[in-house]
């Protein structure tokens, strides 16, 4: 029998050689930091603080005032010079607020450990880690609340954590599981404790030996607990193909991984729940790899949110020679920057700066026909189909063929000899459907 995988897929060069044996760094910052509302998926968070206030280190300075929100802590004490809208690593403008960083990092009293924390009830600690503000830190930042709360009726069997950082040149989860194994099995440990009788598993590619010895280890003599070992394939850690991969269940079309008696977590979260509930602290940090070709000593850091990304490349050494695009993330699902004077936030995994060798854009070119979009989509999509429907406006049809059920993973784009913009195009039908359905619904 072969390694645990999904269909499809396709094996991208991983690039993980530059920063995979890199001790986690500390890094304090120097200048300013800038804390957007906007950190999650769902509702922007309202300020709390206002110009002139001290901040201390664990502060509350964002209230989430919806459902699907996140609250945003400050990771530095000091001075709020300002709360106005600043860049945002996606491009837009969003109302943020800015900390003369005072150096001290004095904390406020409330972080404290939780020693009773075995104790408590599933309602206790799903506050706790609400109010830590975590988010799903693979990128896709969903508040994690809500996903550790699924419907009543959906019964779940199954706690999946995805480890498996199959994006190319990350290397921040495949440290962390090298240098805090049991803490996080101590988190997975507390989200079992919610779903009694549940099974827990840790899915890791199989170019992570190390990791998955460490992760072994870690978790030898809980019955509960087993570490997957699964193929190395790109999107191997998108939900529903590690679902797949892990369980032999799939995920109906439109519907969340509760729907197969499923809930799947990050690494990275899972460490924050431990450290949210065992330590009592919230959400203010994370690790980040800075990392490609022209970047002269890529290196994994833990950055307190707020640091400027021009910061994090001068800590690597800065870049050996001009990069020609600078992402926020993995080449495949990142987010291009159009400048360096963003801050890492909660969902920023990694900094990858690429050489014009690198990151050339082939022309487009007609599509020959060949199928191998459709062979490599994870989704079982036509991509060229969807593409040319966007490219004519037709989003009714797009709809039909069920291009909302595109997750963008890119690996129709990789694997297309014409070259065509395949994702981006589904990226778009995406975009302007759910902003006509917005319209809609406010009418």
């Known amino acids: 029998m072969g390694l645990l995988t999904f269909k499809r897929g396709i094996h991208p060069p991983h690039g993980k050689k530059l920063s995979?044996?890199?001790?986690?760094?500390?890094?304090?910052?120097?200048?300013?930091?800038?804390?957007?509302?906007?950190?999650?998926?769902?509702?922007?968070?309202?300020?709390?603080?206002?110009?002139?206030?001290?901040?201390?280190?664990?502060?509350?300075?964002?209230?989430?005032?919806?459902?699907?929100s996140a609250p945003i802590h400050s990771s530095v004490s000091g001075i709020v010079k300002n709360v106005i809208p600043m860049p945002h690593s996606n491009g837009t403008k969003v109302m943020s607020v800015i900390i003369e960083n005072d150096n001290t990092y004095e904390e406020v009293d409330t972080m404290l450990p939780n020693e009773n924390y075995e104790s408590m009830s599933k309602e206790e600690l799903v506050k706790i880690i609400k109010e830590a503000g975590i988010v799903g830190m693979g990128g896709a930042c969903f508040p994690t609340h809500i996903k550790l709360t699924p419907p009543e009726d959906?019964?779940?069997?199954?706690?999946?954590?995805?480890?498996?950082?199959?994006?190319?040149?990350?290397?921040?989860?495949?440290?962390?599981?090298?240098?805090?194994?049991?803490?996080?099995?101590?988190?997975?440990?507390?989200?079992?404790?919610?779903?009694p009788g549940v099974k827990g598993y840790i899915g890791i590619e199989d170019n992570k030996p190390k990791a998955i010895q460490a992760m072994k280890e870690a978790a030898k003599g809980i019955d509960n607990i087993e570490i997957k070992t699964v193929k190395t394939k790109y999107p191997q850690g998108a939900e529903k193909q590690l679902i797949y991969a892990i369980t032999g269940?799939?995920?109906?079309?439109?519907?969340?991984?509760?729907?197969?008696?499923?809930?799947?977590?990050?690494?990275?979260?899972?460490?924050?729940?431990?450290?949210?509930v065992v330590n009592g602290r919230p959400l203010m940090e994370r690790v980040v790899t800075v990392t490609g070709e022209a970047v002269k000593d890529p290196k994994n850091f833990r950055v307190k949110f707020g640091t400027s990304m021009t910061e994090l490349i001068e800590a690597a050494g800065g870049f050996k020679e001009d990069p020609v695009k600078v992402i926020s993330g993995g080449p495949m699902m990142g987010t291009t920057l159009s400048s360096?004077?963003?801050?890492?936030?909660?969902?920023?995994?990694?900094?990858?700066?690429?050489?014009?060798?690198?990151?050339?854009?082939?022309?487009?070119s007609n599509c020959i026909r060949c199928g191998k979009c459709v062979d490599a989509?994870?989704?079982?999509?036509?991509?060229?189909?969807?593409?040319?429907?966007?490219?004519?406006?037709?989003?009714?049809?797009?709809?039909?063929?069920?291009?909302?059920?595109?997750?963008?993973?890119?690996?129709?784009?990789?694997?297309?000899?014409?070259?065509?913009?395949?994702?981006?195009?589904?990226r778009q039908g995406k975009r302007t459907i759910i902003a006509n359905r917005r319209k809609n619904t406010a009418k």
């Open 20 to 68: 995979e044996d890199k001790n986690i760094e500390t890094l304090l910052p120097k200048g300013d930091l800038v804390f957007p509302m906007s950190q999650h998926i769902g509702a922007p968070c309202e300020p709390l603080v206002k110009k002139g206030d001290r901040v201390l280190v664990g502060q509350k300075i964002g209230e989430a005032t919806a459902f699907v």
């Open 154 to 195: 959906m019964k779940i069997d199954s706690i999946l954590i995805n480890a498996a950082e199959c994006e190319p040149y990350l290397t921040c989860d495949y440290r962390m599981m090298l240098e805090k194994p049991s803490e996080i099995i101590t988190g997975l440990k507390i989200i079992l404790k919610m779903f």
């Open 249 to 276: 269940r799939e995920v109906p079309s439109g519907k969340l991984p509760a729907a197969a008696g499923c809930v799947v977590q990050n690494i990275d979260t899972v460490y924050e729940i431990y450290n949210a």
């Open 340 to 364: 360096l004077d963003v801050p890492a936030i909660k969902g920023t995994s990694g900094i990858l700066c690429l050489t014009k060798k690198q990151a050339v854009l082939p022309e487009e």
């Open 377 to 426: 989509c994870p989704m079982f999509l036509i991509p060229s189909k969807l593409n040319s429907l966007v490219l004519r406006n037709e989003y009714e049809d797009f709809e039909k063929n069920h291009g909302m059920d595109c997750i963008e993973c890119g690996c129709c784009s990789f694997a297309c000899p014409a070259k065509r913009h395949l994702t981006q195009t589904c």
